[in-house]
C-alpha cells in the first residue's frame, strides 16, 4: 500500500526558513505527480507546489520566489524548501502522490509549520 511520511516541520521566525521532507513507500515513485497542500485552522487545503516526473513545477501565486519543490526519485523523496517565511505560512502541510495510472489520490499525515511574528 502506497504510504508517506513528512518531516521537517517546527516552529520558526518570520523571515526564516523550513525544508520539508516526504518520503513515499509502496508505489513505483518516478511517475507520479507530486504535490505539497496545506491547510490552516478555519480554511480549506490549499495546492502549494506540484512537480511531476520531469522535474517541472508549478506554485501557488503566495509562495513563488520563497518556495522550491524538488525530488529525488532514487530516495522515493520529494522536498519543499522554504524561504522568508510568513506567519501566514502557518499551516499543516500535507504531501500527496497522484498515482500515474490509477489518477488516486494519496495524503501523508501533515506536518505543523508555525510561523511566529
Known amino acids: 500500500q502506497v504510504q508517506l511520511v513528512e518531516s521537517g516541520g517546527g516552529l520558526v521566525q518570520a523571515g526564516g526558513s523550513l525544508r520539508l521532507s516526504c518520503a513515499a513507500s509502496?508505489?513505483?515513485?518516478?511517475?507520479?505527480?507530486m504535490a505539497w497542500y496545506r491547510q490552516a485552522p478555519g480554511k480549506q487545503r490549499e495546492l502549494v507546489a506540484t512537480?511531476?516526473?520531469?522535474?517541472?513545477?508549478i506554485y501557488a501565486d503566495s509562495v513563488k520566489g520563497r518556495f522550491t519543490i524538488s525530488r529525488d526519485n532514487a530516495r522515493n523523496t520529494i522536498y519543499l524548501q522554504m524561504n522568508s517565511l510568513k506567519p501566514e505560512d502557518s499551516a499543516v502541510y500535507y504531501c500527496?502522490?497522484?498515482?500515474?495510472?490509477?489518477?488516486?489520490?494519496?495524503w501523508g499525515q501533515g506536518t505543523q509549520v508555525t510561523v511566529s511574528s
Open positions: 512537480i511531476a516526473r520531469g522535474g517541472s513545477t
Open positions: 500527496n502522490l497522484r498515482h500515474a495510472v490509477t489518477l488516486n489520490d494519496y
Open positions: 509502496g508505489v513505483f515513485f518516478g511517475t507520479n505527480l
